[in-house]
């Protein structure tokens, strides 16, 4: 992605979809931590995949009202990459479990940096060190079969 990119878009749905062009050239499988202007108001989101691995920036009912954007008329949008999210040391314990199995290997791999932190914040989360090891053997379990997001935790939002 280059350093600052403008643009023409839609807005549909609570979301910015990326022109084709610009779309193409990202990653299909990563969240891209972005700024940018919208109309003229500063805000700071993420680039995401939808389910047609089309790139779209998902914007907040503040930002829409303050913005005056709305879905009759394209929006003009300006975004720069900012940095990467940082990645969550692994575990001992899950590298070992992850070395035994290498679908779900493969997939902890393919997976942004913010889903590896939501399974390890969601193992770690448990009480008990038992928890924490019938977590790990779900967590193989689910990455296995495709999953690539843990289902009903909330991560850390407060941070």
Not at 94 to 118: E, G
Not at 135 to 151: A, H, P, Q, T
Request: glycine share 4%; proline share 4%.
């Amino acid at each position: 992605m280059k350093s600052t990119i403008r643009f023409s878009a839609k807005f549909l749905d609570n979301r910015i979809l990326l022109p084709k062009n610009i779309s193409a050239v990202l990653p299909s499988q990563s969240t891209i931590n972005i700024e940018g202007i919208i109309n003229s108001y500063a805000f700071r989101a993420h680039i995401e995949t939808n389910s047609k691995r089309d790139h779209c920036i998902k914007i907040t009912t503040t930002i829409q009202k303050t913005t005056g954007i709305d879905e009759e008329k394209p929006v003009l949008v300006e975004i720069t990459r900012i940095a990467d999210e940082s990645e969550t040391r692994v575990p001992a314990d899950l590298r070992k479990a992850l070395a035994t199995v290498p679908r779900a290997q493969a997939l902890w791999n393919d997976i942004t940096p913010l889903a590896r932190r939501d399974w390890i914040f969601w193992m770690i989360s448990g009480k008990k060190e038992e928890t924490r090891t019938i977590r790990i053997k779900k967590m193989i379990d689910m990455l296995s079969s495709g999953k690539r997001r843990v289902c009903c935790f909330a991560g850390i939002q407060w941070l």
